[in-house]
Nanobody
Framework: QVQLVESGGGLVQAGGSLRLSCAAS????????MAWYRQAPGKQRVLVAG???????DYAASVKGRFTISRDNAKNTVYLQMNSLKTEDTAVYYC??????????WGQGTQVTVSS
């Protein structure tokens, strides 16, 4: 089992910044891929950004150039720096830990609200 705890969400004005953190604990897999997803009201959960253990990153087109994902393997923590936030970034953001050795695990989610 892997437990994920997210933090850093909140309310921010358009153009502002937030930094999300997700700390993993438990049975950390050696090849874990960590990612951030988001789900807006009435919409499906979608990938925002992901990062391999080696630091290879992937971004949704809608956030590329504004968001930066990073991780600290020693702390088993993944971060999402969100800059130039837009109202359409409003969603619940979920941390995901995936691996070829077992199931994906999800955090409880953290609300990000961007006001105009």
């Amino acid at each position: 089992q892997v437990q994920l705890v997210e933090s850093g969400g909140g309310l921010v004005q358009a153009g502002g910044s937030l930094r999300l953190s997700c700390a993993a604990s438990g049975s950390i897999r050696s090849d874990n891929y960590m990612a951030w997803y988001r789900q807006a009201p009435g919409k499906q959960r979608v990938l925002v950004a992901g990062i391999t253990r080696e630091g290879i990153t992937d971004y949704a087109a809608s956030v590329k150039g504004r968001f930066t994902i990073s991780r600290d393997n020693a702390k088993n923590t993944v971060y999402l720096q969100m800059n130039s936030l837009k109202t359409e970034d409003t969603a619940v953001y979920y941390c995901m830990d995936g691996s070829s050795y077992g199931p994906a695990y999800w955090g409880q989610g953290t609300q990000v609200t961007v006001s105009s």
